[in-house]
């Protein structure tokens, strides 16, 4: 996996997006661990495939992981996560325009202790909850939810979501 200790800007384009993959593009990989001490996270046109999660003696369950930033996405997919989350922000504020995840064995947007919008998403095949907030605000709009497993969204720990255009 890759594990970043401060900012991070991974600038794709439309026409030319990043992956992230494994050696093979088959065999499933660790992830990515930002722990970004309140700095900038950018992410622009990526693609993450085939994450796993593991990490080395580490405990972190998610195949892309944002703790502690200030972060902006921008056309993010994730796809075939076998990853407690897809997705784990934590401690940070957010807008996220884009977010696409696919086929994840669990949870495919987890938020903890978070304040941020998501727009324009989607979510499909997901084995737990599409999006999963606790002791977060979210405002979501535009976004859909195909074939979750659990819950389109799940709610708790003295969170806000208010949301618009939500297809489940």
């Given amino acids: 996996g890759i594990l970043v ?3 991070m800007k991974i600038l ?3 026409d030319n997006e990043v992956i992230f993959t494994s050696v093979n593009g088959i065999t499933p990989w660790g992830g990515v661990v ?3 001490d309140n ?3 950018i992410i622009t046109s990526l693609i993450i495939e085939n994450v796993n999660g593991n990490y080395t003696n580490k405990s972190w369950s998610g195949g892309v992981v944002v703790n502690n930033a200030r972060v902006d996405i921008n056309k993010l997919t994730i796809k075939n996560s076998t990853t407690e989350d897809a997705l784990n922000i934590i401690n940070s504020t957010f807008s996220i325009d884009g977010l696409e995840v696919k086929n994840s064995y ?3 947007l987890d938020v903890d202790y978070s304040n941020g919008k998501i727009i324009n998403s989607i979510f499909s095949n997901t084995g737990g909850d599409a999006v999963d907030i606790s002791n977060t605000y ?3 709009e535009n976004i859909s939810i195909n074939g979750a497993f659990d819950k389109g969204f799940s709610i708790g720990e003295e969170s ?3 949301a618009q ?3 489940i």
């Fill in 5 to 7: 200790n401060g900012g």
């Fill in 12 to 14: 794709g384009s439309l």
């Fill in 34 to 36: 930002i722990l970004s």
């Fill in 39 to 41: 700095q900038d996270v």
């Fill in 106 to 108: 669990s949870d495919a």
């Fill in 138 to 140: 979210l405002m979501a």
């Fill in 160 to 162: 806000v979501l208010e």
């Fill in 165 to 167: 255009y939500i297809d």
